[in-house]
């Protein structure tokens, strides 16, 4: 089996990178977020959260955030 990627080389003006920054910024934060609840769950119960669990909090934590 072969697998094939591709790089690509994007050059974004300042505003494009200062949105750049912004969303990986807030990813960061979501991710590190969700794996801390997944950790205390884990450490709780001996399960860690679905994907539905944290999906449906999402739009709690973007009225809180926003």
Known sequence: ????????RIYP???QAIL????????????NHFLSLWDHAYKETG?????????AKLPA????FV
């Open 1 to 8: 089996m072969i697998n094939k990627a591709y790089k690509f």
């Open 13 to 15: 003006n300042k505003a």
């Open 47 to 55: 399960k860690g959260l679905t994907y539905g669990t944290c999906s």
């Open 61 to 64: 934590m973007k009225k809180e």
């Open 20 to 31: 750049i920054n912004i969303t990986m910024g807030c990813s960061r934060f979501v991710f």
